[in-house]
């Protein structure tokens, strides 16, 4: 193409006839305090800059995949919940077996009397009595002087040990344990599934965070093409090359790619921002994501007997697509049991439960002004052991609401089983197909970014050549960038389906809509 001069209008001579040429001196002048001028507002700019870095807080910092899971697992709201439930559980959980063992207690008390009308009645008797008494007197006062004395001391000592066995409890206590077991089992399965959805969570908000930059980037190449293909055919129009409707339309093509520009930067930010709220950094942190997403072009198959390595985590995980092992199944699993063990305890209720308890005292009266007795061999001991049963005669039908109410608790909890292992299928048939789709999307897509790019290119030719329309340019270019958004996208889903399905057997199952109920 042979380059044509530009005309250009010459307007210098009307406008020294409006405005007369400026004297040399003042010019000169001018330019000398511009230039001094320059250091100073560089200065500012520099200060200004300064301060808005001091302002933004501390410098980026590099984060990894590996690192955003530690981070995460640390600092996670949902993984302590489930945490402060599995530690809650472990205690009810040794509640519940406290049952099988011997209760011991122990007590000391000290009673000071500081009225007593057995002491009142001793003071009576003796100023009531003669001088002088016969022998049958002072016999009867020898015989009952020591009870005198418990009665009427001023300080008695106990010390108490109490003992407790249950013996038989007609299954109460080991429905109470069955039930405790399952608690324990669930808040277990609990934290697992709590860690593996965090992970899942924190994994896509990373690859969210990496495909946003460079869908952010790709919007910004394709501004740049837009603003290049706008020059060349504002370039065209003023040599007259190019129609006055193809500059329209170049320039409409430009400005519509501008709010793409940002909004792509908008999705970033958002992304940054929820991957920081995961991790607990400041939200204003700046943040390096070194794990990008992997792009060997091309996919290759995932057997469900090998490992899925976790990028950037240094490990793997094999899938597990087994109902059986998901983590759901097993906390249903887990409730049916206590369910029937809670059904036993209810049909033994009629029978009676047994219970050995003995109860051992040692009481001791120092004399006045003492504070403990002299001896061991002064205090008095008291011990009893007991052996009781109890049975119930007539609860006016509770016994029988208490049987019905736990074979409804049992029916329910195997039909919501047999309901969360159909779930659980469908949930890991639902998984492996997805990463089929994922598979077959990147495959698709790999390729074809890079047919597109050449077919725009030659686009670009044709239209600086003159051979083709702004029309053609426009449609290659929107091509090159869907291409490459779709294998963006396509990879970053990809990533995801391989972690789901790797984690599969500790992931919680998805709330099911009613319309998949039955």
Do not use: C
């Not at 302002?55 to 955003?68: E, K, R, T």
């Not at 020591?146 to 038989?168: A, G, P, R, W």
């Amino acid at each position: 193409m042979i380059a044509h001069p530009i005309p250009v209008p010459d307007s210098r001579l009307s406008m020294t006839r409006i405005h007369p040429a400026p004297d040399m001196s003042s010019l000169l002048s001018r330019r000398v305090g511009a230039l001094i001028l320059i250091p100073a507002f560089a200065a500012v700019a520099f200060a200004t800059a300064a301060s808005a870095q001091g302002a933004s807080g501390a410098p980026p910092i590099a984060v990894s995949l590996s690192d955003a899971l530690r981070m995460a697992a640390g600092v996670s709201h949902t993984v302590n919940t489930a945490a402060a439930g599995a530690r809650r559980a472990r205690g009810q959980q040794r509640q519940a077996r406290a049952q099988f063992f011997p209760q011991l207690s122990g007590g000391a008390g000290y009673q000071r009397t500081l009225q007593s009308q057995f002491a009142e009645i001793q003071k009576r008797d003796d100023a009531s009595k003669p001088a002088s008494g016969g022998s049958a007197t002072s016999n009867s006062s020898d015989s009952f002087g020591s009870i005198t004395k418990i009665f009427s001391s001023e300080v008695t000592e106990t010390v108490t040990l109490n003992f407790s066995q249950n013996v038989f409890t007609a299954g109460r206590v080991e429905a109470s344990n069955a039930l405790a077991d399952a608690a324990r089992t669930a808040a277990d399965i609990g934290l697992d599934a709590a860690r593996a959805q965090v992970a899942l969570d924190v994994a896509q908000a990373y690859y969210d965070a990496v495909a946003a930059k460079q869908l952010a980037l790709i919007a910004d190449s394709t501004l740049a093409q837009a603003e290049r293909s706008l020059q060349h055919t504002t370039l065209a129009n003023e040599v007259g090359s190019a129609s006055e409707f193809d500059l329209l339309r170049a320039r409409v093509a430009r400005d519509n790619q501008r709010p793409v520009v940002i909004q792509a930067k908008g999705h970033r930010e958002i992304a940054l921002l929820r991957l920081r709220q995961l991790l607990g950094v400041p939200l204003a942190q700046a943040l390096v994501l070194t794990t990008p997403i992997r792009d060997e072009g091309a996919a290759e198959p995932v057997l469900l007997e090998r490992p899925i390595e976790i990028p950037g985590a240094n490990r793997a995980l094999v899938p597990d697509t087994s109902s059986a092992r998901r983590s759901t199944v097993r906390q249903a699993e887990a409730n049916v049991e206590a369910q029937r063990a809670a059904l036993r305890a209810a049909r033994w209720e009629r029978l009676p439960s047994v219970q050995v308890t003995s109860l051992y005292q040692r009481f001791a009266y120092p004399a006045t002004g003492a504070i403990l007795p002299n001896s061991f061999g002064l205090s008095y001991p008291n011990w009893a052991v007991t052996a009781g049963f109890s049975f119930p005669i007539f609860t006016g039908g509770r016994i029988a609401g208490d049987r019905m109410v736990a074979e409804a608790n049992l029916t329910e909890a195997e039909e919501s089983l047999a309901q969360t292992k159909e779930f659980a299928a469908l949930d890991a048939r639902t998984a492996v197909m997805q990463m089929e789709q994922a598979q077959a999307a990147y495959a698709a897509s790999v390729g074809t970014d890079a047919q597109a790019a050449k077919a725009y290119a030659i686009a670009e030719v044709r239209q600086q050549e003159g051979i083709s329309t702004q029309v053609e340019l426009q449609q290659a270019r929107t091509q090159y960038e869907q291409a490459q958004l779709n294998r963006v996208l396509a990879a970053k889903d990809l990533e995801i389906a391989r972690l789901r399905l790797a984690l599969l057997k500790d992931l919680p199952l998805a709330t099911p809509t009613p319309a998949g109920r039955r």
